[in-house]
């Protein structure tokens, strides 16, 4: 089925490992988004990519890096997992700017202990 | 900064009612406006997706409403069933078209 991909569905760190998540779609979008989702926080963009090879900050950028070396693949990196970054990953694509909506992932739980 | 307010936070209904969930966002240059469900614990199933210019849009039970330039959208529920529980999110895609803002939802509990 058509649609956005994200592996590992659960994982647990512990304070100082590091991890990548990987986001795969195949609806030949052009745009990819990571947002985490916390409790009373709703979600917040960490960082997104309009195109292969680019990347851009969203609103909660610390703490992670991102690479799109191809169109169809977006990955999320922890370089040195922190508590604060135990939440509920998303992943999402979406066509390029205009009236296109969003299409998401199931999310990946990270818990750091 | 787009700023998106979703009212009420939490919601209790008996089946069968009618219901109104309420979404307003503080800039208006928007491109678009998605309505999302979220079960507990699984992602986001879009539902109803409104361009800038349009007034609404309809996918069965469920009609959403956009007025932007008062920036505001609802989404009215009808004859709402205990399968319809569950935390609705609304979302716009800013003019400048890179990014989706989210409001912090609205938890619905349908009472058989």
């Known amino acids: 089925n058509a649609g956005v991909t994200q592996t590992p569905k659960f994982r647990v760190l512990k304070t100082g490992q590091s991890m990548t998540l990987l986001c795969a779609q195949d609806?030949?979008?052009?745009?990819m988004y990571w947002y985490r989702q916390d409790p009373g926080m709703g979600l917040r963009l960490i960082h997104y990519?309009?195109?292969?090879?680019?990347?851009a900050k969203g609103e909660v950028p610390d703490g992670y890096n991102v690479s799109r070396l191809k169109k169809q693949n977006f990955l999320l990196g922890l370089e040195s997992a922190a508590p604060s970054q135990t939440s509920v990953y998303f992943c999402?694509?979406?066509?390029?700017?205009?009236?296109?909506?969003?299409?998401f992932g199931s999310g990946t739980r990270l818990t750091v202990v | 900064k787009q700023e998106v307010t979703q009212i009420p936070a939490a919601l209790s209904v008996p089946e069968g009612e009618n219901l109104v969930l309420n979404c307003s966002f503080t800039?208006?240059?928007?491109?678009?406006l998605q309505w999302f469900r979220q079960d507990p614990g699984k992602g986001l199933t879009s539902l109803l997706l409104?361009?800038?210019?349009?007034r609404e849009q309809t996918s069965g039970r469920l009609n959403a409403s956009l007025d932007k330039s008062s920036g505001r959208s609802t989404l009215y529920i009808a004859a709402s069933q205990p399968g319809d529980s569950a935390t609705y999110l609304c979302?716009?895609?800013?003019?400048?078209?890179?990014?989706?803002?989210f409001g912090t939802g609205t938890r619905l509990a349908v009472r058989p």
């Open positions: 999402a694509s979406s066509y390029s700017r205009g009236p296109y909506g969003y299409t």
């Open positions: 609806m030949n979008h052009e745009y």
């Open positions: 990519s309009v195109g292969e090879g680019t990347t």
């Open positions: 800039d208006s240059a928007i491109y678009n």
């Open positions: 409104i361009q800038s210019s349009q």
């Open positions: 979302a716009v895609r800013g003019s400048s078209g890179d990014k989706l803002t």
